[in-house]
Structures are given as structure tokens and as C-alpha cells.
């Protein structure tokens, strides 16, 4: 309730008491523990002016300094008694020190009693860490002494074994001696062991010096070492190189594990290689190609891959078997890639360097594909997926395949495939294939080289002697490409038929020379090619690609019926084209037309009464092209109603413009003679009933027309196209046809 503003005066009616305190500034702020003086005047100043700050401020100090005195003068007798009661403050606060001086000594002391029992304590404990270190390095060189001391030792036991026991004519008394009959074992296979043992040793030997090689010891030890490690590579050489001869599994078995233990597995792969793989190859593949000069085709692979196949099945079969049985701890070899791939590639591109040469397309994808199957015959040996991408990644498997330069070869190919349809594109004539004459089954065979090269272009690309799937997404590029340089070809070539400009447009030149007819074939290849887009050729990509996920396959199929579409547009276009041609002959009979004029006018010749003999040639072009061998070979019913429809309706709105432009300009001419003609007879004073009885030239005129018109209409009908569903004939009819006769069509 303190703050709750004091009562207005009686003076201030309109605003704040006199003596009251803005709204922004609050008096309980002050209070605060937190209370930053400099902050609280930055904040204020943001909207305060600093002199009205200032005044608040002295304001609120004087008012605070006014509530003390107040204060004071209320409680004066306390504040009085309160100086009288602090009688002897020192001579307490005496007392009160001393026993707090006395704690705070013995604190002091046994402080100090406890470091110094830490310092001892930790002394003794880093002593014992020293000790224990020192007693562990001693036994670490104890350790490697005795291990080495071990390995020096048995290595000389190698030596006791009969230097002829890997030929096996070893008698039998000396085998008694040495060979152990209660398990059988033979020399090999004792030699291997006691192998395996001393590369357990050496294993032990290496994590030793690992953990102590900055010793001195072990520095003076070190020859000892290597001599060690070097008989024993020796040794153990020699003894894989005899178990791989006699295929001794045992031996073979005991010898790897003794490789894998001392961490040496290239030292086993490169001997495998050496000594059983490069044999076996070079009977296949010699480095020299001299012995092979007289085959017909040098660099050739598959046969030598099945021939390698056998080899491995014979020689090497058994060494993968003991690498990949399950449970042998012999993963960690590769003789696959490091042995058998190594030495095959080395081989190859030594004695057949040619083999991966693109420049020959075909042999190089028959090479290439031999390749990959040979590849997946050696994957059929790794015993798990996971052994498949470790044999893949291999250093060597990275190597055979960048051999293989796919980019070049499939540039090869796009220069071969599109090269051919762009030769046959830029031929100045359409020209039909042989048996485009031909009236019997034609129905879905293309006639045209052009659209045969395009479609031989396009199976190409999928053609199984072509076609790397890895760059499937470039030949379906490449296919699209080809379709889309057709269509072009095919509406540039339509569009510039109309101008019949092709001198910034070279290539095209067919288009303005080719004949009606030969526009038949252009619309059955159209229709030949669209169905097999659609049909046959969609189904074999889609079969080809049918390991593909339909997240991929979707994409193709619409793609493929996409570039149909587009060429099935270009129908109607060359439809357009044909018809356009046909009126254009018919015109040249239409223009005619204008000769009926000057055959009545000014002329006393009576009223016709048969039609103009130039009619019956008017649809003879439509005719003749329909009746003709290409249209009733290669053009379906569909397609020959449509453009009959089409070029009747074209010919009938030209037949119409002429005719009324005949018939405008004749009323005009009639219209004008009439004038002068009576202009005449009243200057003369004759009279003008003869010449109106008699019957106009425009009458004659328009007669002669309206006979032609009904001829026109029953040559319509004979080809079977209704006239009066022309709205142009109508229009026609209407414009030479009697008064009487206007609205009905009859002829």
C-alpha cells in the first residue's frame, strides 16, 4: 500500500498530483540484491532524458534523507541507548581470539603431519610403479630371449630331416627313424609343423620387440632376429613349394597357418603364383606372341579362359579349397586375385596386349565379356558375399578392369551407329529399299533405307555382340538420340516442303523433289516404326534389363513410347504434305475456271447445257494417286479416307474461291454494261424491253458453272465422299445455283 499514490489536490484537476513520481521510475528497484547502478541508468536513459533523471534521482534522495531524520527523531531514546551499550567490544573480541588462534595452530601441524604422510605414500607407491615397470621390461627381455634362443633352436632341428625327403626316395629305415608311426605323419608334414610352431614363436618374437624395440637389448639382438627370420622364410619356401608339388593338404594347411602367424601372406600368394599358376599360363599365353602368330585371330581370350579354367580345376583347385574352408582361420590369403588374377592379367598383357585394345569393337567386347565370366567363375570359389567384395576390391581386380576402357569402345560404337543413319539422312532422295514395289506382304516392312537404317540402328544398341550392360544407360541415350535425329530429319524435311526453301537448310533437299506418292512411304514407315517401338523392340529392351529395379525400368519404357509419340506426331504432318501436293495438281485443272468467262462474254453462243469438259479432271490427280500401287499397298483404310476427306475438302474450298470470284467479277462487268447499254438507248430514245427479255452473259455464265458444280458433285460421290457434308460445296452450290434452286442440292 506504500505505493499507491497520494490525493490529488483541489488545484490539480486535469492531471498527476503535484508531488507524484512518474510511472518509470520504480523506487522498489533499489531494493534488489542484483542492483547495477550503471545498468539501470543505460536502460533509463534509452527513453528518459538525462536531466529529468537526474532531478528524479535528487529527488528521491532527498525524500530518502527526509524519512531518516523522520526515523531518527521517532526512535531518538534507542538511537541514544544504543552507544551506551557497546561497553567493552575489545576486550570480548580478546577473548574470543585466543581459542580460535589455538585451532587454528593445531590445524596447522596436522596439516603438515598428513603432506608429509602423502609425500612418503606416494614415493613408495611411484617406487613400486618403477619396480613393477623394470620387473615387467625384464620379463620382456627374459621373454624374447628365451624365444629367440627357442627359434634358433628348432630352426636347427630343420636341418635333421633328410635333405632328399621331398623327392620321396627316402628308404625305409630312415623313415622309421624319423617318421612318427603312431600318427602317421610323414616328412612334409613334420617339417610343416615344426614350421607352424616356429611362426608361433616369431609371432611372439614380434609382439615383443614391438613393445621393448627401443632397448638397447633388443637393438643387440636384432641380427639374431633377422638371421632367425630369414631361414625362416627359407625354410618355410621351401617346404610350400613341396607340399604345393605333391599336393600334400596337411602340409599345405600347416605351412599357410605358419604364414598367416608371422603375417606374411604375399610371401605364400607370390610363391603360388610362381610356382604352380606361371606354368600354367604360360602354356596358355607365352609372353612372346610368336608362337601364336599363325591363328587368325592373336588376341582372342575366350579360349584361352577355358583353357585356364581347366588348368585351375586340375592345379590349383585344391590350394583354394584349403584357403576357404570354414573354420581354417585362412581368410586372410588371397590367392585368387594375388596368385591367380595377378598372373593371368600380367600374361595377358604381355603375350596378347592387343586383347584390350578398343579399337577393334567386336573383339574387344567378345574379349571383355570373356572377362567378366571368367571373373565370375573365380568369384564362384569365395565362400561368402563378403569374401566376393574383399576379392573386388582387391589392388589387382582394380587393376584388370581399368584395362577394359568401356568409354572408348562405346565411343567407337556411337560414331558406328549413329554415323550410319546420319550417312543415310543426308541423301540428297528418299530411296526405297528393293522390295518396296512389291505388292505382298508389305503391310509392316519399311520401305524406306532411311527408316531401315534407323531401325537397324536402333536394334544395334541392344544387339548382344554391341551391348555392355554397365553403360546400358548410354546406349538407351544413344537410342533416343537416333530417334530424335529421325524425327527432326523427318519434320524439318515436312516443314520445308511447304516453303520449298532448303538454301540455308542443306540435307533436305528430298523434301522439295520427292513426288506425292513417295510421301506414302513416309507415312507407313512412320506407322511400321511406331508399332515397333512400341511393340517388339520396347519388350526386348525391357527383357534385357529386366534385373533392373522397376524404380529403373519405369523410366526406360516411358522414355522409349515417349520418342514413339513424338514420331507418331509427324503423321498428321505428312498427311498434311500429300494433300497439299494433290490440290496443288488439282489447281492447275481449277484454274480453268476462269476460261468460262470468255466463253459467254460477248458472245451469242445459247444457254449451256452440259458441263465444262475440264471438271472430270479436276479430282483425276486424287484419283489416280488413290488407285495407284504404293497407296493400295501401303496406306490402310483409315489412312486413304482420311486424306481423301481431307484433299476433298482442300480442293472443293479452292474450287469455291475461284468460282466466286469468277461469278463477282462477271456481275460487276454485267452490272456495268447494263449501265452504258441503258445510257445509250435513252440518249437514243429506243427502248429497252428487247435487251431485258434477252438472257445475260452472267446468266450463261452462272449456268455453266452450276452445271459444273453438279458434275463435281457426282465425280465427288463416285470416289465416295459425300458433297453435301462439305460445307464448302454448300457455299459453292449456293453461289452459281439458280434462285429456285438454292436450297436443294441435286445433281
Known sequence: MTDLLPPRSPTDLFGDPIDSQPLWFKKNAFLEENFDSEAYITDLRTFVPFDNLRSELQTHLSSLKHELVELINRD????????????????????????????????????????????????????????????????????????????????KELPSVPSDWSNGDVNSTEKGSLQHTENGTNFRETQSMLLERIASEMNRLKFYMAHAQDLPFIGNMEKRI????????????????????????????????????????????????????????????????????????????????????????????????????????????????????????SSIQKGKPGAFSPGRP???????????????????????????VKFRAEVVYVEFMKQWNIGVYFSLRFQEIAGALDSALMVASLTPVHNSHSSQGNSGVLTLKQSVTLLESLRSCWKEDVLVFSCSDKFLRLSLQLLSRYSTWLSFGLTIRRTGNTGSNPG??????AVP??????????????????????????????????????PVKQSILQGANSLKDLAPLAMNTMIEALVEKSLETL????????????????????????????????????????????????????????????????????????????????????????????????????????????????????????????????????????????????????SDRQNTIEF
Open 362 to 388: 567386336t573383339e574387344f567386347l567378345k574379349n571383355y565379356k570373356s572377362s567378366l565370366a571368367f571373373l565370375d567363375y573365380l568369384e564362384g570359389y569365395c565362400p561368402s558375399r563378403s569374401a566376393v
Open 76 to 155: 531518538y531514546a534507542d538511537f541514544v541507548n544504543l552507544s551506551t551499550k557497546l561497553v567493552d567490544v575489545d576486550g570480548t573480541i580478546l577473548r574470543m581470539r585466543a581459542p580460535l588462534t589455538e585451532l587454528r595452530e593445531k590445524i596447522s601441524q596436522f596439516r603438515g603431519s598428513v603432506e608429509s604422510s602423502l609425500a612418503a605414500l606416494q614415493n613408495g607407491l611411484r617406487q613400486r610403479a618403477e619396480a613393477s615397470a623394470a620387473r615387467e621390461v625384464l620379463e620382456l627381455l627374459l621373454d624374447t630371449f628365451h624365444v629367440v634362443s627357442k627359434v634358433e633352436k628348432l630352426i
Open 517 to 554: 506418292e513417295d510421301f506414302i512411304y513416309v507415312m507407313h514407315d512412320i506407322d511400321c516404326l511406331v508399332t515397333e517401338l512400341s511393340g517388339d523392340y520396347l519388350g526386348h529392351v525391357i527383357q534385357i534389363l529386366a534385373s533392373c529395379s522397376p524404380e529403373v525400368l519405369d
Open 226 to 345: 633377422q638371421s632367425a627370420s630369414l631361414l625362416l622364410d627359407a625354410s618355410l619356401g621351401r617346404c610350400f613349394i613341396d607340399g604345393l608339388e605333391h599336393h600334400d593338404a596337411n602340409t599345405i594347411y600347416n605351412c599357410l597357418r605358419a604364414y598367416a602367424a608371422i603375417d606374411n601372406t604375399n610371401g605364400a600368394e607370390e610363391i603360388f603364383r610362381t610356382t604352380i599358376v606361371y606354368p600354367l599360363i604360360q602354356k596358355i599365353i607365352p609372353n612372346s606372341s610368336s608362337q601364336s602368330m599363325a591363328a587368325v585371330s592373336v588376341d582372342e581370350l575366350e579360349e584361352d579362359y577355358q583353357q585356364i579354367i581347366e588348368h585351375i580345376e586340375n592345379g590349383c583347385k585344391f590350394l583354394l579349397e584349403i584357403s576357404s574352408s570354414a573354420n581354417s582361420g585362412l581368410h586372410v590369403f588371397d590367392f585368387l586375385a594375388n596368385s591367380i588374377l595377378k598372373e593371368v592379367l
Open 508 to 513: 533436305f533437299e528430298w523434301a522439295v523433289s
Open 591 to 738: 484454274r480453268q475456271v476462269k476460261g468460262v468467262t470468255a466463253t459467254y462474254r460477248m458472245t451469242n453462243k445459247p444457254l449451256p447445257i452440259r458441263h465444262s469438259p475440264y471438271v472430270s479432271g479436276i479430282l483425276y490427280p486424287l484419283k489416280t494417286f488413290l488407285d495407284g500401287e504404293r497407296a493400295t499397298t501401303y496406306l490402310t483404310m483409315e489412312a486413304k479416307n482420311k486424306l481423301l476427306l481431307g484433299a476433298a475438302e482442300e480442293i472443293t474450298g479452292r474450287y469455291y474461291e475461284l468460282t466466286s470470284e469468277v461469278v463477282n467479277v462477271a456481275r460487276k462487268t454485267e452490272s456495268s454494261l447494263q449501265r452504258i447499254r441503258q445510257g445509250a438507248q435513252r440518249r437514243a430514245g429506243a427502248s429497252s424491253d428487247v435487251s431485258e427479255q434477252n438472257v445475260s452473259d452472267t446468266d450463261k455464265i452462272c449456268m455453266q458453272l452450276f452445271l459444273d458444280v453438279q458434275e463435281y458433285g457426282r465425280n465427288l460421290s463416285a470416289l465416295g465422299v459425300v458433297a453435301t457434308n462439305i460445307p464448302t460445296y454448300r457455299s459453292l452450290w449456293q453461289c452459281v445455283a439458280p
